[in-house]
């Protein structure tokens, strides 16, 4: 079964930037809509972007205008670039399909914080 595996998090000053990565184990973005979920401390898991296999991203309001989404060229990983950080983007950071969820990974902690 194809695996997830999320990398790029960790702590950072409000206003400051991040780059996320989510990488599978088989090229399978390119041929699924997949998506970026943020679940903040105690918090539900939300969904951030979706990518679909066409190429076009949606946008939920936390992320308009400071993240964006991308996906590499072989299929195998999406991107999130996170710029304007804010206290309330604490949490951790998964990857999914949307229509074929596959077992979550183990997520990337990101902490924005002074």
């Known amino acids: 079964q194809v695996q997830l595996q999320e990398s790029g998090g960790g702590l950072v000053q409000p206003g400051g930037s991040l780059r996320l990565s989510c990488t599978a184990s088989?090229?399978?973005?390119?041929?699924?809509?997949v998506a970026w979920y943020h679940q903040a401390p105690g918090g539900e898991r939300e969904m951030l972007a979706t990518?679909?296999?066409?190429?076009?991203?949606f946008y939920t309001d936390p992320a308009k205008g400071r993240f964006t989404m991308t996906r590499s060229s072989v299929g195998n990983a999406v991107y999130l670039e996170m710029e304007a950080l804010k206290a309330t983007d604490t949490g951790v950071y998964y990857c999914?399909?949307?229509?074929?969820?596959?077992?979550w990974g183990q997520g990337t902690q990101v902490t924005v914080s002074s």
């Open positions: 999914n399909l949307i229509y074929r969820p596959l077992p």
């Open positions: 088989a090229p399978i973005f390119t041929d699924e809509t």
């Open positions: 990518l679909t296999k066409r190429g076009t991203v």
